[in-house]
T-cell receptor, first 110, second 115 residues
Framework: KNEVEQSPQNLTAQEGEFITINCSYS?????LHWLQQHPGGGIVSLFM???GKKKHGRLIATINIQEKHSSLHITASHPRDSAVYIC????????????FGKGTKLSVKP | NAGVTQTPKFQVLKTGQSMTLQCAQD?????MYWYRQDPGMGLRLIYY???????DKGEVPNGYNVSRLNKREFSLRLESAAPSQTSVYFC??????????????FGDGTRLSIL
């Protein structure tokens, strides 16, 4: 079983919809990252969080440490949000080495 | 604002050929990483360097070598390329290893095909 599981694997939405991507992990962590990868492009860090909730524009990330679960929400989705969203966790004492989920491919249709 | 720069962006090799992927960062980061990304799998760590002069194996180091040339540069070498090494390779850097509230900064990737 993978240590970091994301759901869904693929997601298609209509422009304007509220989107939720989930990440569950089975190990103790010191931080969780949400990353975005556009087709053919590089990887950008969206959020890094160890508790609670963070918001940046239309993106909101939450984490529940007790339940070992995080969600990434996108409000008022737009076609430019189409990308692969990757969850990654940092284990305590791991020297910065991240454990990555397989990613959720999001396609937002106009 | 270059960040992390990888070269080349694309490369096709024949089985048995050697190749070095280059990575440089201009953010004065101490830690650098090499990952590979394959379809249906998450990013996997090949090697990392906690600081200039040190390197350590990650999850999938076999068939690769690395050099931390200086604080800016961290190269990945395939001595004898194999088709199983066809992948997209990402370099990343981070200010300091072992500090949890620092994100990794990624390059744009190198798409490598081994025929």
């Amino acid at each position: 079983k993978n240590e970091v599981e994301q759901s869904p694997q693929n997601l298609t939405a209509q422009e304007g919809e509220f989107i939720t991507i989930n990440c569950s992990y089975s190990v103790g962590i010191s931080a969780l990252h949400w990353l975005q990868q556009h087709p053919g492009g590089g990887i950008v860090s969206l959020f890094m969080l160890s508790s609670g909730k963070k918001k940046h524009g239309r993106l909101i990330a939450t984490i529940n440490i007790q339940e070992k679960h995080s969600s990434l929400h996108i409000t008022a989705s737009h076609p430019r949000d189409s990308a692969v969203y990757i969850c990654a966790v940092l284990r305590p004492g791991s020297q910065g080495n991240l454990i990555f989920g397989k990613g959720t491919k999001l396609s937002v249709k106009p | 604002n270059a960040g992390v720069t990888q070269t080349p962006k694309f490369q096709v090799l024949k089985t048995g050929q050697s190749m070095t992927l280059q990575c440089a960062q201009d953010m004065n980061h101490n830690s650098m990483y090499w990952y590979r990304q394959d379809p249906g799998m998450g990013l996997r760590l090949i090697y990392y360097s906690a600081s200039e002069g040190t390197t350590d194996k990650g999850e999938v180091p076999n068939g690769y070598n690395v050099s931390r040339l200086n604080k800016r540069e961290f190269s990945l070498r395939l001595e004898s390329a194999a088709p199983s090494q066809t992948s997209v390779y990402f370099c990343a850097s981070r200010p300091n290893i072992g500090v949890s509230n620092q994100p990794q900064h990624f390059g744009d990737g190198t798409r490598l095909s081994i025929l």
